[in-house]
Antibody, heavy 122, light 113 residues
Framework: QVQLVQSGAEVKMPGASLKVSCKAS????????FHWVRQAPGQGLEWMGR????????NYAQKFQGRVTMTRDTSISTVYMELSRLRSDDTAVYFC???????????????WGQGTMVIVSS | DIVMTQSPDSLAVSLGERATINCKSS????????????LAWYQQKPGQPPKLLIY???TRASGVPDRFSGSGSGTDFTLTISSLQAEDVAVYYC?????????FGQGTKVEIK
């Protein structure tokens, strides 16, 4: 079945970097853009950016520019989100999602990963 | 950026009664060339990722019960649960996908009265 499976929970020190993976299965990997969304404890959903799996072109939310890098490995149908210079307020659940319904990379997110809990603490 | 604002922040509704959530965008998300509103609704239960309920403002996603409906156009949208069930307790988010960043509303928590 169509699914996105993310890597496991992480605990990081402030100032460290984080890399979360998201493996797609059940459909053509290059067919849809991937987006990353995060959710701090008890808070709402925050869009971080997107990646075109065909060519690796990315768009990031201004808030994360310079700290976030999204990449993909088409050979294993996996996208990655790397966040550097972590702070305590980066503590959140990080989700990948497929923009399955839309146009030109923007779309409604029809498939979501299960989420990756990241705790940033000394 | 297109900012999404939902109202109310929370609401309590009796079982079997109607629940209505509003979502307003800071600019139109209606794309004139195809006459589609680039607006989605999601449901999120504790410990789970969001689930797509509605896209194109009024199209139910596969498997979504018909008690969920979406309406509106341009900048003003509504999600209606016609007869609230116990399993509908959740937080609901609207999201625009007209342009990046694809911002979400702040969420509306729906509870049983």
């Amino acid at each position: 079945q169509v699914q996105l499976v993310q890597s496991g929970a992480e605990v990081k020190m402030p100032g460290a970097s984080l890399k979360v993976s998201c493996k797609a299965s059940g459909y053509t990997f290059t067919g849809y853009y991937f987006h990353w969304v995060r959710q701090a404890p008890g808070q709402g959903l925050e869009w971080m950016g997107r990646i075109n799996p065909n060519n690796g072109v990315t768009n990031y939310a201004q808030k994360f520019q310079g700290r976030v890098t999204m990449t993909r490995d088409t050979s294993i149908s996996t996208v990655y989100m790397e966040l550097s210079r972590l702070r305590s307020d980066d503590t959140a659940v990080y989700f990948c999602a497929r923009a399955g319904i839309g146009v030109a990379g923007n779309g409604a997110f029809d498939i979501w990963g299960q989420g990756t809990m990241v705790i940033v603490s000394s | 950026d297109i900012v999404m604002t939902q109202s109310p922040d929370s609401l309590a509704v009796s079982l079997g009664e109607r629940a209505t959530i509003n979502c307003k965008s800071s600019q139109s998300v209606l794309y004139n060339s195809n006459n589609k509103n680039y607006l989605a609704w999601y449901q999120q239960k504790p410990g789970q990722p969001p689930k797509l309920l509605i896209y194109w403002a009024s199209t139910r996603a596969s498997g979504v019960p018909d008690r969920f409906s979406g309406s509106g156009s341009g900048t003003d949208f509504t999600l209606t649960i016609s007869s609230l069930q116990a399993e509908d307790v959740a937080v609901y988010y609207c999201q625009q996908y007209y342009s990046s960043p694809q911002m979400f509303g702040q969420g509306t928590k729906v509870e049983i009265k």
